[in-house]
Each structure stands twice: as structure tokens, then as C-alpha cells.
T-cell receptor, first 117, second 111 residues
Framework: GAVVSQHPSWVICKSGTSVKIECRSL??????MFWYRQFPKQSLMLMATSNEGSKATYEQGVEKDKFLINHASLTLSTLTVTSAHPEDSSFYICSAREWTVNQNIQYFGAGTRLSVL | QKEVEQNSGPLSVPEGAIASLNCTYSDRGSQSFFWYRQYSGKSPELIMFIYSNGDKEDGRFTAQLNKASQYVSLLIRDSQPSDSATYLC???????????FGQGTRLTINP
């Protein structure tokens, strides 16, 4: 299957600082990427859909000014958690959608575990 | 009614037996169906996808789709302890870019 690289895998930061997470599709072009958040023992929660060259579409209840998404190229999307607070501590996971003939498949990155002190 | 429903489990199956995971969906127009496996503390990993009614086999895994009943299942034959994980059913609903995920079924294979 296709490979999606996510970096960093772990980040610890102080409250009030900003953190950037990168998501790259390594062997395919991804016009659409997705950002999820998952709290311990809970389901995946979609935060936003990121389309190359356009503004991200955020799910209801997700603050777009706090979670900045930039999808500047066909292989890279970034999520910036601005002014992070302890309640933002979570597991953030990106996925990238690969289009092939008659197929539309999402592949996930390994995730980023964010701890805000 | 949730768009995609799974029994959250836990589902316990003895090693070597067949594990059967089930998923129902509400949008009759859905076309694409996916099974992901998620180990504790890890991100989801694609196991199988299915688009057509019937069975699709890949090694020890078989996905079954019944669009009339709006039902998709995953069978795992010769279950191994390494199959212990949460299995997520995902559906591509018409007109949407995103996948809609079920809440996942936690599967435990007992040696």
C-alpha cells in the first residue's frame, strides 16, 4: 500500500506555544488529506479535510483559528496547533487519499502524540 | 441512527478460531467500504476494502458485503494473538470526501 509519513511522532511543549505537525504522501500525490484526533480509548474524530491549494474544511466544533491547516503541495499538509493548552494533548493522525482507477483509498500516517505541559 | 455502527465488544475468540466482525451502515447509496486495524497506541492500518456485493478474500481475511441489507463484515480465519486489536469499519458516503468510521470493535484472541 501507499506510504504516508507523519512527523514528529512525539512532541512535548509548554502551554501557550505552537506546534506544527507534517503529513507527507511519499509515493503518491494526495489532493486530499485528512486530520484526525483521538483521545485515549475513544474513537477517531475527524477534525478537518485538507485540499491542495484551497482552504481546509473543518468539522463542526473544531476551531479553525486554533488548528491551522496548510496543504501547499500535492504531497504535504501541515497542522499547526496554536497556543496549545493541556486539553489539546491528544493523538493526532493524518491520512492521505490515493486516487487510482475506480479506487479511492485513505492511508494513515503513524500519528503524533502531543503532550502540552 | 448512527451512519456506521459496530458492536464495540470486547469480542473474545480462541486462537485458531474464526473471528467475525460486523458493521451496518445507514446510507443505502454508499459505494466503498473499508476495514482498518488499530493496535493500541498506534494509527489505523488498512486491512481490506470492498466495493461489490459478495466476498473478497485476502489471505486469512475475508470481507463480505451485502448492499441490500446494508451490512459489511470481516472474517479472520485461524485467528492469532497478533490479531488482537480494534477493528474499524469505514464507509464512503455519496458526495462526501471523508470516510465515516464506526466506533470500532475490540477483538481479543485468547491463546
Amino acid at each position: 500500500g501507499a506510504v504516508v509519513s507523519q512527523h514528529p511522532s512525539w512532541v512535548i511543549c509548554k502551554s501557550g506555544t505552537s506546534v506544527k505537525i507534517e503529513c507527507r504522501s511519499l509515493d503518491f500525490q494526495a489532493t486530499t488529506m485528512f486530520w484526525y484526533r483521538q483521545f485515549p480509548k475513544q474513537s477517531l474524530m475527524l477534525m478537518a479535510t485538507s485540499n491542495e491549494g484551497s482552504k481546509a474544511t473543518y468539522e463542526q466544533g473544531v476551531e479553525k483559528d486554533k488548528f491551522l491547516i496548510n496543504h501547499a503541495s500535492l504531497t504535504l499538509s501541515t497542522l499547526t496547533v496554536t497556543s496549545a493548552h493541556p486539553e489539546d494533548s491528544s493523538f493526532y493522525i493524518c491520512s492521505a487519499r490515493e486516487w487510482t482507477v475506480n479506487q479511492n483509498i485513505q492511508y494513515f500516517g503513524a500519528g503524533t502524540r502531543l503532550s502540552v505541559l | 441512527q448512527k451512519e456506521v455502527e459496530q458492536n464495540s465488544g470486547p469480542l473474545s475468540v480462541p486462537e485458531g478460531a474464526i473471528a467475525s466482525l460486523n458493521c451496518t451502515y445507514s446510507d443505502r447509496g454508499s459505494q466503498s467500504f473499508f476495514w482498518y486495524r488499530q493496535y493500541s497506541g498506534k494509527s489505523p492500518e488498512l486491512i481490506m476494502f470492498i466495493y461489490s456485493n459478495g466476498d473478497k478474500e485476502d489471505g486469512r481475511f475475508t470481507a463480505q458485503l451485502n448492499k441490500a441489507s446494508q451490512y459489511v463484515s470481516l472474517l479472520i480465519r485461524d485467528s492469532q494473538p497478533s490479531d488482537s486489536a480494534t477493528y474499524l469499519c469505514a464507509v464512503q458516503i455519496p458526495g462526501a470526501q471523508k470516510l465515516v468510521f464506526g466506533q470500532g470493535t475490540r477483538l481479543t484472541i485468547n491463546p
